[in-house]
């Protein structure tokens, strides 16, 4: 299942899964087929890294079997790594794996939906009633009121499916094994979010510049890739391939469908599956079916895939104007629920977040079992970064002070 974000409390962490296996490399980065190749960092240039480094360590030293990270800056390409690819084994992991890419999957889905507004096939002021009549029922929901739009920036107030306690249970522990092959429609998903009654209204959800009701839901953006669907009469997978994937030459981005592997090369995977305390099994779940996420988290990707997908999209490569504008205009959260904190503002598919004071970065974060990636990006996209970790447990701060070493520098312009 997709998570929509990571734990803020520290977990007990399990200190006997791998020893500290560490390595900051400058590497060619898998770059748009029109790139020239990317500058090797000298040593001077990677040694501005180092404090990064460190957080990398820490973070397997505190339990994670592995961790990449790719920066993109002025200076050149950075790669990093510590830990292993397997538990079991000393083989280091790679910044060319491939990993399951969670709710970064999102910032895709929306510049689809953006791009296909650009090409005429629909609006994100068209309501979900008009393309996906009688998809969204139950008491308390109003379909005809409910946006693209409010899809996008997570103001629709409809249930998130991976609130479901039922549907939880279903992945927890033991029953990850006897669920993992379960191929769901985004229908059935979507079923099990109206089941229950709507958070609040779409009118009383947050507007740019005015703070309401927000709530991130894994069920808007199942929507919306049925939405793709039926406004382009193609397969999701389809449109994120000639919309995004292609043109941009990503060459180690894919999406599964309903294949249960991972292309190599890759980590193995890890999980606790929701089980807290010293004493929580850590399972391989490497391979399981990803219609469990489809259109809100099932993309594959590489660190530097994402990067140069980022740096296109914030550069305003990927987008005309008038979409750039809308990807951009930011919805202030209510609460910190989504990989961020409260004083962070939400656009379509990207958050914009706040490091610290006078500290800002685009981005996404995502979880799914096994995997946790951030994303981010400069303003102008000239600065990006993207790390894994090929386990879902451990303490958001090491993930948020790595993000910091490389963001926080120096300050970068608050939204406000």
Not at 288 to 309: C, E, H, K, R, Y
Not at 380 to 386: E, K, L, S, T
Request: net charge neutral; proline share 7%.
């Amino acid at each position: 299942m997709a998570h929509h974000g990571q734990q803020k409390s520290s977990r007990l962490l399990l200190t006997a899964l791998v020893g500290l296996a560490t390595l900051a490399v400058a590497a060619t980065a898998v770059a748009g087929p029109s790139d020239p190749p990317p500058p090797r960092l000298p040593a001077d240039g990677r040694a501005a890294h180092q404090k990064t480094q460190a957080v990398l360590n820490e973070i397997v030293a505190q339990g994670t079997p592995g961790v990449i990270a790719q920066v993109r800056d002025r200076h050149g390409v950075w790669d990093a790594r510590a830990g292993v690819r397997r538990l079991g084994s000393e083989r280091p992991r790679s910044t060319h794996d491939r990993f399951r890419i969670a709710s970064v999957t999102k910032t895709f889905t929306a510049t689809v939906l953006l791009k296909l507004e650009a090409e005429g096939k629909l609006s994100l002021d068209d309501s979900v009633d008009e393309w996906l009549p009688g998809v969204v029922h139950g008491k308390g929901y109003r379909p005809r009121h409910i946006t693209v739009r409010h899809l996008l920036n997570h103001t629709s107030g409809i249930f998130d499916y991976n609130m479901d306690a039922g549907f939880r249970a279903e992945y927890a522990g033991d029953e990850f094994d006897r669920n993992r092959h379960v191929r769901w429609s985004p229908e059935d998903l979507v079923d099990i979010a109206l089941a229950h009654p709507p958070n609040f209204q779409p009118e009383q959800g947050s507007r740019p510049g005015r703070l309401g009701r927000w709530d991130y839901s894994d069920t808007n953006y199942v929507l919306a890739g049925m939405v793709v669907e039926k406004a382009t009469g193609r397969s999701y997978a389809h449109e994120v391939e000639r919309l995004v994937i292609r043109p941009l030459g990503l060459r180690g981005t894919s999406v599964p469908g309903t294949s249960p592997r991972l292309p190599s090369p890759h980590a193995r995977h890890y999980s606790t599956l929701f089980e807290d305390g010293p004493r929580a099994k850590v399972r391989d779940v490497t391979e399981f079916s990803p219609t469990v996420a489809f259109s809100a988290g099932q993309l594959i990707s590489t660190v530097g895939d994402v990067n140069t997908f980022l740096s296109r999209l914030l550069g305003g490569e990927l987008l005309p104007p008038a979409q750039q504008r809308q990807l951009l205009d930011a919805v202030p959260v209510d609460g910190d629920k989504g990989h961020g904190g409260p004083q962070d503002v939400y656009g379509l598919g990207l958050r914009h977040f706040k490091l610290a004071e006078g500290c800002w970065a685009w981005g996404h974060g995502g979880m799914i079992p096994g995997s946790a990636t951030r994303a981010l990006a400069s303003a102008d996209g000239r600065q990006v970064m993207a790390m894994n970790r090929n386990g879902d447990w451990g303490e958001q701060r090491l993930e948020d002070a790595a993000v910091e070493a490389e963001f926080c520098r120096r300050p970068l312009t608050s939204p406000h």
